[in-house]
């Protein structure tokens, strides 16, 4: 019965470096959520899956952004030429549908030096 | 365009006092409210939502309409409820269905024994 898990817990990259950051849902969640939270800030939202289906994309701050969701399952979330300003936690949250109470991860802690 | 305030950033009360995390919204339609809670070290948790109507670890809160406000309360309030708060609306989005969250900034709740 594991819950969300996301890999690495934290990520050091150089500024101008691509990163990947790795999303398990729990099983048979269909709803997955991606979001940013920024140092004393409350999570924000970046993107929804509706298994496969990338729903909503209005959160994702730039095109360096971009994130996947292939087979319904595992996503990722990939910035490229990362920026100081992409310092911050990134939730993953999955939930079983609409309007279910959402699961959220530990969070991946990403750091750009 | 939705809005979540919590104007507290810390409350510290001693046990045994009642605690109210005040949380104030804006949104147009007829919007989903819900509290979250991270505990130290631990991930992001659903504490309640305003339509199930539940007291969860005594909180309770109700959604006041005509305030636009959800403050959380609990009448005695105890060392383990030592944590971060998130007042959280989900209103959907447009052209997605989706039911990602808006969060607020959070508030650090502090009980001193």
């Known amino acids: 019965g594991a819950g969300v898990s996301q890999s690495p817990r934290y990520k050091v990259a150089k500024r101008g470096q691509d990163v990947a950051l790795r999303c398990d849902p729990i099983?048979?969640?269909?709803?997955l959520f991606w979001y940013q939270q920024a140092l004393g800030q409350g999570p924000e939202f970046l993107t929804y899956?509706?298994?496969?289906?990338?729903?909503?994309k209005s959160g994702l701050p730039s095109d360096r952004f971009f994130a996947e969701r292939p087979e319904g399952s595992v996503s990722t979330l990939k910035i490229q030429r990362t920026q100081q300003e992409d310092s911050a936690v990134y939730l993953c949250?999955?939930?079983?549908?609409?309007?279910?109470?959402?699961?959220f991860g530990q969070g991946t802690r990403l750091t750009v030096v | 365009a939705q809005r979540v305030t919590q104007p507290e950033k810390l409350l510290s009360v001693f046990k045994g006092a009642p605690v109210e995390l005040k949380c104030n919204y804006s949104?147009?339609?007829?919007?989903?409210l819900f509290w979250y809670v991270q505990y130290s070290r631990q991930r992001l948790q659903l504490l309640l939502r305003?339509?199930s109507r539940e007291s969860i670890k005594g909180f309770t809160a109700d959604l006041n309409k005509g305030e636009t406000s959800f403050h959380l309360k609990k009448p005695f309030a105890q060392e383990e409820d030592s944590a971060m708060y998130y007042c959280?609306?989900?209103?959907?989005?447009?052209?997605?269905?989706?039911?990602?969250?808006?969060f607020g900034k959070g508030t650090h709740l502090i009980i001193q024994p």
């Open positions: 949250a999955s939930s079983r549908g609409v309007n279910t109470e959402a699961f």
């Open positions: 899956f509706q298994n496969e289906a990338q729903l909503d």
């Open positions: 305003h339509i």
């Open positions: 949104y147009s339609g007829s919007p989903e």
């Open positions: 099983s048979g969640h269909v709803s």
């Open positions: 959280a609306l989900s209103g959907g989005y447009s052209g997605g269905g989706a039911d990602g969250l808006t």
